[in-house]
């Protein structure tokens, strides 16, 4: 059996692969094929647009997908979500649908743009956005450089930010946020009933997850006679208590935890100086709470 999993083309792509490999599987693909493969024999990949994949795994095409919360909302479809996954085509971040306008314009709220054109790929929830605001616009699907239309072809737009560097850099303004939405690890309905498939996507979910929680993080151990034991635990700030075993020298421990990689630098001269020898950091590669 295998489980058929959609993989995001387009911006997502080298992130999602990169995470996989961490995750220890590799994946490759030709330039012009749509079926990557990968070392795990228990996926069937697809490349594919995120936009498009929801409807497909709504659908059974596809068992489970990588894809935005973003696409199952403007696409309303009934998949079950099976984890969120935080991050994004350059961040481990989650981005966010802005209305945005010609940082010159008149436009400082929603309401201003009564009667306007609004230009989007995000299409159905542009209009349930202003729907709600009692707000009527003219919302037209923009089929790209979306942020170059405004002022002459739109008035204003919906567009997908991270920083907003991209939008600054366009002469745009924000004036509010339409949508927030990261990455998502989606599966059918049916699929999720399927043991077999739904103990795959949880181990998938395990590895994945582990794998960014990891990142920013790494390992350190340390060794310290029985005087200093007290004093080198507490320059340690751990995820938990950390680990302490008996060395074969009596009267020395051996000190092991994980630690933000930001803290290094200052952890190890404080460790140094309570008393520890044979300090050791290591890459962690994941971390499975």
């Known amino acids: 059996m295998k489980l058929i999993l959609g993989m995001p083309k387009g ?10 490999g961490k995750a220890g599987i590799r994946i490759s693909v030709n330039s012009r094929s749509y079926f990557p493969s990968c070392d795990d024999p228990e996926l069937d990949l697809i490349l594919m647009r995120p936009q498009e994949m929801p409807r497909y795994v709504e659908q059974g095409i596809m068992d489970a997908a990588i894809t935005g919360y973003d696409w199952t909302v403007e696409n309303k479809v009934k998949v079950q979500t099976v984890c969120e ?9 989650g981005a966010r649908w802005v209305l945005a306008v010609p940082e010159n314009s008149r436009f400082r709220k929603p309401a201003d ?9 995000l299409v159905n929830t542009t209009k349930g956005y202003f729907r709600k605001k009692g707000v009527k616009v003219d919302v037209e699907f923009s089929w790209g450089a979306t942020e170059v239309k405004p002022p002459r072809l739109a008035d204003a737009i919906v ?3 991270e920083t907003g560097s991209s939008l600054a850099a366009n002469r745009l303004r924000i004036i509010d946020t339409v949508l927030e939405t990261t990455t998502i690890l989606i599966a059918n309905k049916t699929s999720w009933k399927n043991r ?19 990142e920013g993080l790494v390992g350190l151990m340390c060794n310290v006679d029985e005087a200093h034991l007290n004093a080198a635990i507490r320059e340690l700030p751990a995820l938990h208590n950390p680990t302490i075993s008996n060395l074969s020298d009596k009267g020395w421990y051996a000190l092991e935890t994980i630690i933000n990689a930001n803290e290094i630098k200052s952890v190890i001269p404080r460790l140094k100086r309570a008393g520890a ?9 994941k971390v499975i709470r």
């Open 11 to 20: 911006s997502l792509q080298e992130a999602t692969f990169a995470l996989f």
């Open 85 to 93: 996954l935080s991050y994004s085509k350059s961040s481990r971040q």
């Open 113 to 121: 743009l009564r009667g306007k054109r609004i230009a989007t790929e």
């Open 159 to 161: 567009e997908l930010t």
């Open 196 to 214: 077999w498939k739904r103990h795959k996507l949880e181990n998938l979910e395990m590895l994945l997850r582990g794998t960014l929680t990891a």
């Open 277 to 285: 020898s044979g300090i050791v950091e290591y890459p962690v590669n």
